[in-house]
T-cell receptor
Framework: GAVVSQHPSWVICKSGTSVKIECRSL??????MFWYRQFPKQSLMLMAT?????????EQGVEKDKFLINHASLTLSTLTVTSAHPEDSSFYIC?????????????FGSGTRLTVV | QQQVKQSPQSLIVQKGGISIINCAYE??????FPWYQQFPGKGPALLIA?????SEKKEGRFTISFNKSAKQFSLHIMDSQPGDSATYFC??????????????FGTGTKLQVIP
């Protein structure tokens, strides 16, 4: 089945630095990928929709300049948390859909645990 | 505003019992209702899904019951096993302006199946 690889699985960074998270579709092409944020014991909140070759679409309340999204190819989307602060600490998850399969199934990555100290 | 409400927040079931998780939605434009299973430190995995023109879908021990008029749907896990212990999310999706499905998640139910 479709596999989405997310890297790194966890990262600790100092306040004020930037962190890049990669999301790759391993065996399918994904024109659209999605980035979610999940706080402990809470639901997944959609942050933005990443479109290959065009600008990402951000959900209301998500800072575009803080969460930079780049979808440069059909298999790779990146999320960069710029000037990270402790309140950005969270679990970030990407997902993608194998459009060629014709099925609904969005496949999720394993997530990235970001801790800002 | 929470568009998909899920209950209970947590659930403890004895091995072999039936686990039932309920969800309700507001937006009648939702056209797909998936359930996801998430283990700690992992991303969600699609478990089973249903379209609103179907009242029930069964896959193995997992069954979705869908009540369109009441705008409610539920997940039943028969013969629950300790390995089913995870957090379950219901979700509802709608086609976005870009042609893709935009998914809204429920608040999650932490299921613990005890031996």
């Amino acid at each position: 089945g479709a596999v989405v690889s997310q890297h790194p699985s966890w990262v600790i960074c100092k306040s004020g630095t930037s962190v890049k998270i990669e999301c790759r579709s391993l065996d399918f092409q994904a024109t659209t990928m999605f980035w979610y944020r999940q706080f402990p014991k809470q639901s997944l909140m959609l942050m933005a929709t990443s479109n290959e070759g065009s600008k990402a679409t951000y959900e209301q309340g998500v800072e575009k300049d803080k969460f930079l999204i780049n979808h440069a190819s059909l298999t790779l989307s990146t999320l960069t948390v710029t000037s990270a602060h402790p309140e950005d600490s969270s679990f970030y998850i990407c997902s993608a859909r194998d459009t060629a399969s014709g099925a609904f199934g969005y496949t999720f990555g394993s997530g990235t645990r970001l801790t800002v100290v | 505003q929470q568009q998909v409400k899920q209950s209970p927040q947590s659930l403890i079931v004895q091995k072999g019992g039936i686990s039932i998780i309920n969800c309700a939605y507001e937006n009648t434009a939702f056209d797909y209702f998936p359930w996801y299973q998430q283990f700690p430190g992992k991303g969600p995995a699609l478990l089973i899904a249903i379209r609103p023109d179907v009242s029930e879908k069964k896959e193995g021990r997992f069954t979705i019951s869908f009540n369109k008029s009441a705008k409610q749907f539920s997940l039943h896990i028969m013969d629950s096993q300790p390995g089913d212990s995870a957090t379950y999310f219901c979700a509802a999706s709608i086609k976005g302006s870009g042609g893709y499905q935009k998914v809204t998640f429920g608040t999650g139910t932490k299921l613990q199946v005890i031996p």
